[in-house]
């Protein structure tokens, strides 16, 4: 059950007006529609825009953000490539060192 909107009487959802809430009676008495004055729906453009604001501002951190991860990540990549060739080389030459020296 719910309760209509202009005396607080509990109604059934298909006895209570679908705009206003107003049961059967209350509608009979003129209860019409709330409507929104000017300054609410001000109110709540600023809030929306705010709020929107609001988002993209943390979207382009989070995309600032990624962007640095990435970069990170290519030079850890880079590092890395570097430090596997190095040890390629390094092994390499400890292969060619323990070929030339004659074993005992």
């Given amino acids: 059950m719910a309760k209509c909107t202009q005396c607080g009487k509990e109604v059934s959802f298909l006895q209570r007006d679908v705009l206003t809430g107003a049961c059967r009676q209350c509608e009979r008495a003129g209860a019409r529609p709330a409507s929104l004055g000017c300054g609410t729906l001000i109110l709540i453009a600023i ?12 979207v382009s951190a989070m995309h600032r953000d990624m962007s640095e991860l990435e970069a990170a990540v290519e030079r850890l990549e ?12 390094l092994r390499e030459a400890l292969e060619v060192r323990g070929t030339d020296t004659p074993q005992q």
């Fill in 78 to 89: 880079r590092t890395s490539t570097q430090q596997l060739e190095e040890i390629r080389a």
């Fill in 47 to 58: 809030v929306v825009g705010l709020v929107t604001n609001s988002i993209r501002n943390d």
